[in-house]
């Protein structure tokens, strides 16, 4: 298993029983799959799990035993995300961004070019700091506007297509 930096998992070789195991899945029946399945997880599997998703549920928890799960910090993202969904009537969930200090934000509106810094404590706009980012849509556009919006950070069809992110590391 190789994983990214930072991911919280280590870099480790492939084991050969674990690797045979998972060749072995995607021959193998349907019968043969929910007693594996049940084997491992000492529950019958769902009814609504056909074979594609009893494969990847064994898959997904033999590799778990065998290299690790998911980091805390990668876990509490996951489970973040999930109560997001759940709160959200139309099933759309948007993952907050965490922006560098640093980084510049850069939007065009009525054919002008505004550049906002990220800092530790706000936002540096035309000379002074602000708390957010909404402050300072306002001040561009007269109008009350979300500010991740309107600097692109969340999807919006017409104004996260001309906004875009300069990383300043």
Known sequence: MIASAGSG???QAADPKVEAELDRLPT????QL??????LFR??????????LLRR???????????????REHQRMLNQLVKAARTKPNGRIEVPRR??????????WNRRTYRVMVMEDGFAYDGKTFTSLSEIATAITGTKWSGP???????????ADDAKVADGS
């Open 34 to 39: 929910r007693a594996r399945y049940r084997e």
């Open 149 to 159: 919006r309107f600097f692109g950070l969340r999807s919006s069809p017409a104004q």
């Open 43 to 52: 529950t019958e599997p769902p009814k609504a799990f056909g074979p594609d």
């Open 99 to 108: 922006i560098k200090p640093g980084s510049e934000l850069v939007r065009t």
């Open 28 to 31: 193998m029946p349907i019968v």
């Open 9 to 11: 998992a280590t870099e």
């Open 57 to 71: 549920s064994i898959a997904r928890h033999i590799q778990e035993k065998a290299y690790g799960g998911l980091s």
